[in-house]
């Protein structure tokens, strides 16, 4: 056989069945593929798992000592079919309980009656299979068992048992792989150790310089070692090289997509002295934050250059983002290019539309009569449009007479031509997918990249940002302008204090008293009847989810919705005041309707979604009461409470919850009404959560990229990988010099994560 490397497809070396099971159900294929399938934790032989920490609906490998066994017999005619439809149904229930005084879990077996022989009380064994709950009880149906002793003194030795694999191990620490449905623990374990046996030849692709400098271990040293790990100090060194190889994956990715960009040269648009852009400087009623200039020059910089621009630009809620890109845009409009606005919602859309028509002035009423010479025309284009409008819409951006186009992702539909763009503005980015951001890049007729500016008022945490967004410059508005009143937010514990919830409704009586005005926002659209009740639930179409903060319950009370609580409010403790409702399934004349009568002041209070998320602007609104505020993320609850205060006077936001004390929902309400650093929460965000995965796919196997890497914890790894990363691609994007380090990006990050950050 030739020699064995990374490459070698696993049909080879364990057998075409086993090869293709973990083809078919991990997407593993080659012996690098199943050599960079890292275990998720280490069990010590001889040490019992600690039951606590099993999660209902994953799979798992427990080691643990049986406490009891129970036999039940149902006779002929048992409930169903069998595990393994014989004898025409279930006959016979062993039920085994593992675990101890403290906590147990039971594994109930079908038809299979050897189970009381070969499991007797005081065994100890390894039980693989899927978590699941019925009332308080935790169970394991039907799951795989290896025997490590058999309470009688002696290990155990049938022929299912995978103990001379387990007893392999160096130093008894166990790798505990993740599963699925088809693959077991024995499989995973056997074809590792087969494939560590034969020694395979692996190639280091990270420069030796490199490793030294950072004081790692060869790659050949950390594959054997995160698999067999002789002691707990090389398993700490494998898994800190591991941890580089994919922040360094992710790094070059985003390297190379820099120095690609670098290679295809935009339209430079640099300021035109006496043109639209200081004639709006000029009439502005406001003075810029010293943020808002320092950004704004950075940013005509790069629209300047040859080089497309491509920048973040994060804020706080009301930090005044849009006017810089509005002076963005007008720098690209005196060069003669156009301008786009992408926004995620109509409604907000349309708010962006009548903003910059406001704050332009004249010079937003290009085309119309008296308009000053050097002004633009804005047009809105979103999926609503009638025909005979949608059409002139069209016309006026492929004719490029509107220098600024607003619009959703309706701009991104075939049949949508530019005349000339220079400069794509996506608001609140992390609300579009990568296809459609790429969509958009690619829309300039002769191929010339626009210059992008994507902005956000969700804080990013840095290591996120440098994970997903390292290819962008990024700028911060960290300070508010002058004005803008500070926000109270207190949690408001409905269960426990009732009297509370009334006490929040006459609040609001007093602040309309006061002149100002309200929101209240809830989760969910419907009243659960009809097309709701099938799942459409909630503003972005998702279903309910269970409460994980519930102990013991698998579903709680349905979410308050919109329809629901107005009916209550007009009814009941608001019905003399003036009551406006405001949801994603109004047609979008109502939509501008609702809006502009509460913008104006004919609506007291506004019950909505969180379609007023981002973008409304309403300075005379000082209050906000969200509802079931458990079921909105951090960052959510921080955007929507940035509606309010946005004036002279002082904002209002009360977080209603039935969440119990202690629970997570209630630790998260906690951590946002402590503080209103939108940075500083998210962070605590991503301390609170599980970090997903930050590349775009959830999958089994393969696809999930990062294993390893801790955006939480590993910071300095990121850092360190991102300045190694810049060096090595240098001026060579395709890396013709580091051949292997193209091929551990493959191995590291899946194709479809290579794509989407690829796109960006």
């Known amino acids: 056989m030739e020699q064995i490397g990374l490459d070698t497809p696993l049909k080879e070396l364990i057998g075409a069945r086993t090869a293709g099971r973990l083809a078919d159900k991990l997407e593993l294929a080659t012996v690098g593929d199943l050599l960079r399938y890292y275990p998720r934790k280490y069990d010590q032989r001889g040490r019992l798992t600690d039951l606590g ?455 609001i009586r007093e602040e309309v008293g006061k002149g100002h005005q309200a929101y209240v926002v809830c989760p969910k659209i419907g009243d659960g009847s009809g097309e709701d009740a099938a799942g459409e639930l909630f503003e972005d179409g998702s279903v309910a989810e269970t409460d994980s903060d519930a102990e013991g319950e698998s579903t709680r009370r349905a979410p308050l919705a919109v329809t629901q609580v107005a009916a209550m409010l007009r009814d009941g403790p608001l019905a003399d005041l003036r009551v406006g409702v405001l949801h994603g399934r109004l047609v979008p004349a109502e939509k501008d309707a609702v809006m502009t009568a509460f913008a104006a002041g004919e609506l007291d209070v506004l019950v909505a979604t969180t379609v007023i998320e981002v973008g409304v602007d309403v300075p005379n609104a000082t209050m906000m009461v969200i509802m079931d505020a458990e079921r909105f993320g951090m960052s959510q609850l921080h955007q929507l409470r940035g509606r309010v205060g946005r004036g002279s006077a002082p904002g209002i936001c009360l977080l209603v919850t039935e969440s119990p004390e202690g629970t997570p929902g209630r630790f998260r309400l906690a951590a946002v009404a402590a503080t209103t650093d939108g940075f500083e929460l998210a962070e605590a965000d991503l301390e609170l959560r599980r970090e997903g995965n930050v590349l775009g796919t959830e999958q089994a196997g393969k696809s999930t990229a990062l294993r390893q890497l801790s955006l939480l914890r590993d910071r300095d790894v990121i850092e360190d990988a991102r300045t190694d990363a810049a060096g090595l691609v240098g001026d060579d994007p395709a890396m013709a010099r580091w051949p292997g380090l193209a091929d551990m990006v493959s191995a590291v990050i899946a194709e479809q994560d290579q794509d989407y950050l690829d796109k960006g």
Not at 173 to 178: A, F, K, L, N, R
């Open 53 to 507: 920490k099993l999660v209902v609906g994953e799979r798992a490998t427990v080691w643990a000592r049986v406490v009891k066994v129970v036999e039940k017999e149902l006779g002929h005619r048992g409930p169903g079919r069998g595990a393994r439809g014989r004898g025409g149904g279930v006959k016979h229930i062993t039920k085994v309980v593992i675990g101890d005084d403290h906590r147990q879990l039971t594994c109930t077996f079908f038809n299979q009656y050897h189970w009381t022989k070969t499991l007797p009380p005081g065994t100890d064994a390894m039980f693989s299979g899927k978590i699941t709950k019925f009332q308080t009880e935790l169970q394991m149906s039907s799951p795989s068992v290896a025997i490590l002793s058999d309470g009688r003194g002696s290990d155990g030795s049938t022929e299912n048992n995978p103990i001379e694999i387990i007893e392999s191990f160096p130093g008894g620490v166990i790798p505990v792989y993740p599963l699925v449905e088809g693959v077991t623990q024995a499989v995973l374990q056997r074809s590792v150790r087969l494939l560590l046996d034969l020694g395979p030849r692996i190639e280091d692709p990270v420069p030796e310089v490199l490793l030294a400098q950072r004081g790692l271990v060869d790659l050949a040293t950390a594959l054997h070692d995160i698999h067999r790990p002789r002691t707990q100090e090389h398993l700490d060194r494998a898994k800190a090289r591991l941890r580089y190889d994919e922040a360094l994956s992710v790094q070059l990715v985003l390297a190379r997509r820099k120095a690609l960009a670098r290679e295809f040269p935009a339209e430079p648009c640099p300021r035109v002295p006496g043109g639209l852009l200081d004639a709006f400087d000029a009439n502005l009623p406001f003075e810029l934050t010293a943020g808002q200039r320092a950004v704004g020059e950075a940013i005509g910089t790069d629209l300047a250059t040859i080089h497309p621009m491509n920048r973040l630009l994060q804020g706080e809620v009301g930090s005044g983002k849009t006017v810089v890109a509005l002076r963005a845009m007008l720098q690209v409009i005196d060069s003669g290019r156009q301008a786009v606005m992408l926004a995620p919602t109509e409604v907000l859309a349309a708010q962006h539309a009548r903003s910059l028509r406001q704050v332009l002035g004249p010079l937003g009423r290009g085309g119309e009569l008296g308009a000053p010479a050097e002004s633009t025309a804005i047009t809105l284009l979103t999926g609503s449009l009638p025909a005979k409008a949608r059409k002139l819409a069209l016309l006026t951006i492929a004719s490029g007479q509107a220098g600024i186009v607003v619009g959703t992702h309706a701009l991104l539909s075939e049949g949508v031509f530019f005349a000339n763009l220079g400069l794509i503005v996506v608001d609140e980015q992390h609300r579009f997918g990568v296809e459609q951001r790429h969509a958009l890049r690619t829309k300039h007729p002769d191929g010339s990249p626009p210059h992008v500016l994507v902005m956000t008022a969700t804080p990013i945490p840095r290591t996120v940002a440098m994970t997903v967004f390292g290819d962008l410059d990024t700028s911060t508005l960290d300070e508010l302008p002058r004005g803008r009143s500070p926000i109270g937010t207190t949690v408001v514990p409905a269960a426990e204090k009732p009297a509370w919830v009334e006490r929040a409704w006459q609040r």
